[in-house]
């Protein structure tokens, strides 16, 4: 639902108290004003009330907080009374709470609705029962265009731009007006010479927006399949589904994957895995950091999540990552919590339910923290198990760290290396690379494969030490995941 549609749903179901979610009092402001006229079919039935005017025009003094509340129970006539700033009020205000709670029973049968509007979606816990939650509401394109093409024409220098109006308000869905108002001054400021000088900014403003405001983080498209040794058959599954992401496949309607699950050891490239598909994919990535959200930081975990993935499918086409999704819904599910466990089945609702346009790339380490309904047909196309590399997976994996630390593969024996390093994750074969660049550095000499054995010599892999760990995933795996790599099928059979 859109705030049109949340607002007149409040209104029709008799809900008095309302709290909308938002950073975008003036548009919030606009709709009430909309809806008041509707309802009580003359002008002048919203009331504004700050804690600095009050209700403004009234004769009693209403700044008060406690005083509005008694203005709008006195009030003869019906109408919509709109609080801004009164979130803060509330707390350690238990009058005002319970007055809250008293207005909530008496307004019940009366037509009035009070709106209060914040950008902190923290609902007080005492009134939770109470009040109708509108969450944030994101403008739809059609009405970003329009509000680009009012600013434009103020704007001297972007006048000459005009005509790419519909194309900026693309890239600038997902946020609110607001943002984008305060963009469209900055790029009036801005010498602009080219389109893409436009485009760039809103790009960059964008990103910024997104790290600042939510638990999303992008994740700039720096990795290619090339930095990814083994998994063929996984890397075969995203270059042929990379067509069906394009602007033409999109108009063709042409059907649209919606999700993968990696799991597997960790260290084993699960991570480095979704990061190449934002490049092969040309999507923007987005990862959804579970711990950040259940941390409280941005509010409480059930909106900041929902306001997440509202953000990203606001910004699609787009792939969200959620990393060690085992960390969010599998041990918050198991240790409950009511708010956990709703986040988790609100979760699975949307992985199934939601438009084709986000595409989730999940990935778990600990895979027995999973809980079934996750893994349950029809919330991802696939499910991978990404195994130890094999000799030959290997020998590819320590060629791309060595070119990546400057030494030319051709100068090692790839043979002898795969040897020594049987059972080695592809963290650890990076991080004998990496020791061994720094020796020959301190050395002041280029990298030699004496370097590197002796690296290698001083790091005990995981398996050796997580024997019985590795064993319980790969039974787990077994049938329930597709191998990343065919020659981890073949071992399988
Ligand atoms: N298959 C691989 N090919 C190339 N590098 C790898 C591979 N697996 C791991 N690495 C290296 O180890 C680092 C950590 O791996 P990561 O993707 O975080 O593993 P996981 O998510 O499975 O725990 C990667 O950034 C990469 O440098
Ligand atoms: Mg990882």
Redo the contacts with the bound molecule.
């Keep these: 639902m859109d705030l049109w549609q949340e607002l007149t749903h409040a209104w029709q179901s008799r809900y008095p108290l309302v709290w909308v979610a938002s950073w975008d009092e003036a548009r919030v402001e606009q709709r009430l004003q909309a809806l008041a006229r509707a309802i009580f079919q003359k002008p002048d039935s919203l009331y504004v009330w700050t804690c600095i005017a009050g209700f403004g025009g009234a004769s009693s003094d209403t700044r008060d907080p406690l005083q509005a509340l008694e203005f709008i129970e006195a009030h003869p006539a019906g109408g919509i009374f709109m609080l801004k700033d009164f979130a803060p009020w509330l707390n350690g205000h238990p009058g005002l709470v319970r007055k809250l709670r008293d207005l909530y029973y008496r307004l019940r049968t009366q037509p009035k609705m009070v709106v209060m509007v914040s950008p902190d979606a923290r609902v007080p816990e005492l009134l939770k029962r109470e009040l109708y939650l509108v969450p944030v509401d994101i403008p739809t394109e059609a009405e970003i265009v329009q509000y680009l093409q009012a600013l434009f024409r103020t704007q001297a220098a972007l006048q000459p731009w005009q005509a790419l109006v519909p194309r900026l308000a693309a890239t600038m869905r997902g946020l609110t007006f607001n943002e984008i108002f305060h963009l469209v001054q900055r790029l009036a400021q801005r010498p602009l010479q080219h389109e893409q000088d436009l485009f760039e900014t809103v790009f960059a403003e964008k990103e910024q927006l997104v790290r600042k405001e939510s638990a999303l983080e992008y994740v700039p498209p720096r990795w290619s399949l090339e930095?990814?040794?083994?998994?063929d058959v996984l890397k075969d599954w995203l270059r042929k589904r990379a067509v069906l992401f394009t602007p033409e496949a999109r108009r063709q309607d042409l059907p649209r994957p919606k999700g993968i699950l990696i799991m597997?050891?960790?260290?084993?490239?699960?991570?480095?895995?979704v990061k190449c598909v934002s490049s092969l994919w040309n999507l923007p990535l987005f990862r959804l950091d579970m711990n950040l959200i259940f941390s409280g930081a941005y509010g409480e975990p059930e909106w900041v999540f929902h306001q997440a993935l509202r953000q990203v499918e606001a910004i699609a086409p787009a792939v969200l990552w959620i990393d060690e999704i085992e960390m969010g819904v599998g041990r918050y599910h198991e240790t409950g919590g009511e708010g956990r466990s709703h986040i988790f089945s609100s979760f699975l609702t949307w992985l199934q339910e939601r438009a084709g346009d986000v595409f989730v790339a999940a990935?778990a380490?600990r895979i027995h923290l999973l809980p079934a309904e996750l893994l349950r047909k029809g919330r991802f196309d696939q499910i991978f198990y990404?195994d130890l590399?094999d000799d030959e997976?290997r020998k590819?994996?320590f060629r791309?760290?060595l070119r990546k630390q400057g030494a030319d593969p051709a100068g090692f024996d790839m043979v002898a290396l795969a040897a020594m390093t049987k059972g080695w994750?592809?963290?650890e074969?990076?991080q004998a690379v990496v020791s061994a660049r720094i020796e020959a550095l301190h050395e002041g000499v280029p990298m030699t494969m004496d370097h590197l054995v002796t690296a290698i010599g001083q790091i005990v892999p995981l398996s050796k030490t997580m024997e019985d760990q590795i064993k319980a995933i790969k039974a787990w795996a077994y049938d329930r995941a597709l191998p990343a790599s065919s020659s981890a099928a073949k071992r399988y059979r």
């Design positions: 930095d990814l040794g083994g998994m597997g050891i960790s260290g084993c490239g699960k991570s480095l895995a990935t380490n990404v590399p997976e590819e994996i791309i760290h994750t592809g963290a074969i990076e």
